[in-house]
Each structure stands twice: as structure tokens, then as C-alpha cells.
């Protein structure tokens, strides 16, 4: 099982950027997905997270209506757009599959996987 995060860049403070996550020979459909960032010194933080229940999408309050995420099963793929982006967001953003995610949250557990990151730098 592999996850790919992608689509990590600089950015302008209130700009945008899609982060893409390729997940290969996981169906979706039976898992529950979430994003998660990290900045220097700090700990890993929850950002948003689709249940494996009723397939809800969790956000954390520092992103909830500036961020959305969203997954093709199709494709295989979980996606994270980002808009009106502040300083405080830059951070390398991992992608992350597990057995189960609770609704209304991002607590997950059973076996989970991860991808490598992606960096997001917001700064003028």
C-alpha cells in the first residue's frame, strides 16, 4: 500500500493551492481518509478526515471554511483544496488511510497508512 501526497508549493498569503493524495491498493470505499500537517517544533495536526461510517467530512476549526477534502474512489485518490491560505498553515500535509475513522473526528483506529508529505510554505 502506497500513499503519494503532491501538489505542495509556495504561496501567497489568500492564495489557494489543491493538494492531491494517489492511493495505491486501498479501495477507498472501505476506509476512512484524512489530511494531517506539521510544522517545525510543533505536533502533528488533524485538519480534516472523512468517517468510515456514513462517509461525513470532519474539519478542524483552524481550516473549516478556508479548507475542503474530497476523494474520487474512482481513482483512487483524496484531495485537500485550500483557499485563503494564512502563514500559519505552512506546514509538510500528509495524506492517511485507515480501518477506521470516527465520525465527527479525526480519531482513527486499526491499521492505518500514511504517505511522505508534501510542504506548503504561505509567505509574501
Known amino acids: 500500500v502506497q500513499l503519494q501526497a503532491s501538489g505542495g508549493g509556495l504561496v501567497r498569503p489568500g492564495g489557494s493551492l489543491r493538494l492531491s493524495c494517489a492511493v495505491s491498493?486501498?479501495?477507498?470505499?472501505?476506509?476512512?481518509i484524512g489530511w494531517f500537517r506539521q510544522s517545525p517544533g510543533k505536533e502533528r495536526e488533524e485538519i480534516s478526515c472523512i468517517s468510515t461510517s456514513d462517509y461525513s467530512t470532519y474539519y478542524a476549526d483552524s481550516v473549516k471554511g478556508r479548507f475542503t477534502m474530497s476523494s474520487d474512489e474512482a481513482q483512487r485518490a483524496m484531495y485537500l483544496e485550500m483557499d485563503n491560505l494564512k502563514p500559519e498553515d505552512t506546514a509538510v500535509y500528509y495524506c492517511a488511510a485507515f480501518d477506521t475513522v470516527v465520525v465527527g473526528s479525526c480519531r482513527y483506529y486499526g491499521k492505518e497508512y500514511w504517505g511522505k508529505g508534501t510542504l506548503v510554505t504561505v509567505s509574501s
Open positions: 491498493e486501498l479501495d477507498l470505499h472501505y476506509y476512512g
